[in-house]
């Protein structure tokens, strides 16, 4: 599975973006794909996933300010960031996982800067 990033880049505190996961490969044996992220000198956290079912999930930082959402038709995962603040600023990398006799096998793209300035 290739997972290629794009959508990244400087926003100002208030504002929008929205970054773009295309997925290539495997795509159908996949359970579920999301964004983490990582600030300097953080461990890499989880933002939100999205099931094949298209259940979602979010980290409590971000519920009220991200959508995550999926076109299946394009392998394409999306998501829409508002409100940005200054503690979103990271690298956000697009996640893929699978799971092989039941132990979960991640794909990581290659990461995509998001910085908001206040």
């Known amino acids: 599975v290739q997972l290629v990033e794009s959508g990244g880049g400087m926003v100002q505190a208030g504002g929008s973006l929205r970054l773009s996961c295309a997925a290539s490969?495997?795509?159908?044996?996949?359970?579920?794909m999301g964004w983490y992220r990582q600030a300097p000198g953080k461990q890499r956290e989880l933002v939100a996933t999205?099931?094949?079912?298209?259940?979602?999930n979010y980290a409590e930082s971000v519920k009220a300010r991200c959508t995550i959402s999926r076109d299946s038709a394009k392998n394409t995962v999306y998501l829409q960031m508002s409100s940005l603040k200054p503690e979103d600023t990271a690298v956000y990398y697009c996640?893929?996982?699978?799971?092989?006799?039941?132990?979960?096998?991640?794909?990581w793209g290659q990461g995509t800067q998001v910085t908001v300035s206040s």
């Open positions: 999205i099931s094949m079912s298209g259940t979602t």
């Open positions: 996640n893929a996982r699978r799971s092989v006799l039941g132990i979960p096998l991640d794909y």
């Open positions: 490969g495997s795509i159908s044996s996949l359970n579920a």
